[in-house]
C-alpha cells in the first residue's frame, strides 16, 4: 500500500491543478477533481488535499477563538476567512513549537548547549529550501493562516536573535536572524501577507490557539492567560461601552450596560491582583528577554506587548480618562490587526464615556483632569434623578478602571521592578529588555504617571453623597 500511495502522489504531482511541496499536493486555485479524476464540490483555492498532519493547534484556529477587540459582544475569530495552512513548516510542527523549542531555549540560556548547536537544530528543521518552498504559495494563505505562520517563525527569530545577542556580547544585534537562511525574507513575505509588522506580536504569542512560548514554563503560560483574559474581559466591556458611544443607546439608559462592564473590569482586576500578589518574576524575566526590539528589513520592530491587544486599548479608549490616550493608541496600531486598526481609528473619532458624563454635567472645558471636583459634585446633585444615577454608574467604570491601572502597577513592581533592583549590573545588562522601561521603551515611570493620573482624575474623585453607586 506504501508503494501504491507514492505512485499516486506522483502521479498526482504531475497532473495540471497540482503542484508538489514535499510529498503533500498542493491544489490550484480551481482544480474541482479528485484522486480518480471525478468532479467535487467546489473548494476554497489553494486548499490543501487530505494532508498527512495538521497540527492541533492549527486545526484549532477553525473553531472559534477568543475575540481579539470585538465588535460585539460574542466571541469572533480575527479574520473570516478560509483557514489554510500547511501541515509543517519544514519539519516544524505543534509539537516542535510547544515542546522542542523552549527546551531548546532553555538550554541555551542555562549555558547546557552551545548557539552552534542550536543553529545546527533549526537548520536542520528547517531549511531554506523548505522557506523557499513555503514563499512560492504565499498568497494562497489567508491572513489568519499566514497569522499562525509569522507568529512560528517570528517565534524562533526572536529566540535566535536573543541567544546571538547574549553570546556575542551586543544587544543590537540582528545576526541571530541569520542563523536560519531566508528566515528574514519570510518574516517580511507573511507579515504581508497578514497585513502586520515583519515579526511575532501580541496575537501571536499570546493569542492564538494554540499560543506561542518561549520557555514553557508555568509563570508564562500564566502570563499568556492574563492577556488572553484581558482582551476578553476588556474586549466585552469595550463592546458595552461603544453603542453609547456612537449615540446608539442614550446615556442616561446606559446604566446597565455601565454596571456590566464595571464587572468585567473588576473580574480582570482580581487577575492582575494574582500577579502581584503570587509573583512569578523568575519565570517572567526568562520570558521577557526573548521580547526585545531588533530590526527586520530595515526597520526596528518591538517585540510583544501584552497593553497592544485590541481589547484593552479599545476600553481604555472608551472610558477615556487619560486626555492624551488616543495618541497612545494610535501609535500601536502599527502592531495590530487591521480590523483592530479600523476599531482603534473609528474609536479615536468618538466621545469617550468620561466626556460625554461631562457634556451632561454641563463642562465645556478641553481637558476633564484639570476640572474642580467640588464643582463637579454640586452639578451632579443638580441633574434630574435618571441622569444623576447614570452618570454615577459611570463614574463606578471609571473608578473601577482607574483601580485596575494601579493594581496592574502593583504587578509590574512585584514581578519587574522589584527583583531588578537586586540585580547587579551585569545583571541587568543580559536582561534583553531593560527593566526600566516597557518592551515598547516607555519608561516605566509614564506608566506609574498614568496610574496616578486616573486615581486622581476629577470624575472619579467626584462627590457622590446620597446617590448609591449601582456597580457589581
Avoid at 354 to 379: Q, W, Y
Wanted: charged letters at 25%; proline letters at 6%.
Amino acid at each position: 500500500m506504501g508503494k501504491q500511495r507514492k505512485k499516486v502522489a506522483a502521479r498526482r504531482a504531475k497532473e495540471p491543478g497540482t503542484v508538489q511541496v514535499g510529498l503533500t499536493p498542493v491544489s490550484r486555485p480551481g482544480d474541482r477533481r479528485d484522486r480518480r479524476g471525478r468532479g467535487v464540490p467546489h473548494r476554497n483555492p489553494g486548499q490543501f488535499d487530505s494532508p498527512p498532519h495538521r497540527p492541533a493547534g492549527a486545526a484549532a484556529l477553525a473553531r472559534p477563538a477568543r475575540p481579539l477587540a470585538p465588535a460585539v459582544a460574542e466571541p469572533r475569530l480575527l479574520d473570516a476567512s478560509p483557514l489554510i495552512l500547511p501541515p509543517r513548516i519544514g519539519t516544524i510542527d505543534e509539537h516542535f513549537l510547544r515542546t522542542e523549542l523552549p527546551a531548546l531555549n532553555n538550554a541555551v540560556s542555562d549555558g547546557a548547549l552551545a548557539v552552534a548547536d542550536f543553529a545546527n537544530v533549526l537548520q536542520g528543521h528547517l531549511a531554506m529550501a523548505d522557506l523557499e518552498a513555503l514563499l512560492r504559495i504565499a498568497d494562497r494563505f489567508s491572513p489568519m493562516a499566514a497569522l499562525y505562520i509569522l507568529g512560528a517563525l517570528g517565534t524562533i527569530a526572536s529566540s535566535a536573535v536573543r541567544h546571538v545577542r547574549v553570546a556575542t556580547g551586543d544587544n543590537e544585534s540582528n545576526a541571530g536572524l541569520e542563523l536560519v537562511p531566508g528566515l528574514e525574507n519570510a518574516l517580511v513575505r507573511f507579515g504581508t501577507v497578514a497585513n502586520r509588522a515583519p515579526r511575532d506580536n501580541h496575537d501571536t504569542t499570546w493569542g492564538l490557539d494554540f499560543p506561542m512560548t518561549f520557555t514553557a514554563t508555568e509563570g508564562e503560560m500564566r502570563f499568556g492567560r492574563a492577556v488572553r483574559e484581558a482582551n476578553r474581559l476588556l474586549g466585552v466591556s469595550n463592546a458595552l461601552l461603544m453603542p453609547v458611544r456612537t449615540g446608539e443607546v442614550d446615556f442616561v439608559e446606559a446604566v446597565d450596560r455601565f454596571v456590566e462592564a464595571t464587572g468585567h473590569v473588576k473580574a480582570y482586576t482580581l487577575i492582575q491582583s494574582d500577579l502581584a500578589f503570587n509573583a512569578f518574576s523568575d519565570d517572567f524575566f526568562a520570558m521577557r528577554k526573548f521580547l526585545g526590539a531588533y530590526v527586520v528589513a530595515g526597520k526596528r520592530l518591538e517585540g510583544p506587548n501584552a497593553t497592544y491587544t485590541g481589547g484593552w486599548c479599545s476600553f481604555e479608549l472608551s472610558v477615556g480618562l487619560l486626555d492624551d490616550f488616543r495618541t497612545t493608541a494610535m501609535h500601536r496600531t502599527k502592531f495590530m490587526s487591521a480590523e483592530d486598526r479600523r476599531h482603534i481609528e473609528t474609536s479615536c473619532m468618538l466621545p469617550t464615556i468620561a466626556e460625554i458624563a461631562s457634556m451632561h454635567l454641563g463642562v465645556t472645558e478641553p481637558s476633564l483632569e484639570t476640572l474642580d471636583v467640588e464643582m463637579l459634585g454640586k452639578r451632579l446633585a443638580a441633574t434630574e434623578p435618571g441622569m444623576r444615577h447614570a452618570i454615577v454608574a459611570a463614574r463606578g467604570l471609571m473608578k473601577a478602571n482607574a483601580q485596575l491601572a494601579a493594581t496592574h502597577v502593583g504587578a509590574i513592581k512585584k514581578n519587574l521592578v522589584m527583583p531588578a533592583s537586586a540585580m547587579t549590573d551585569a545583571e541587568r545588562a543580559h536582561l534583553g529588555v531593560s527593566p526600566d522601561g516597557g518592551v515598547s521603551g516607555t519608561p516605566l515611570q509614564v506608566t506609574f504617571d498614568q496610574r496616578t493620573r486616573r486615581l486622581l482624575h476629577p470624575l472619579v474623585r467626584m462627590a457622590v453623597a446620597g446617590v448609591k453607586e449601582d456597580t457589581k
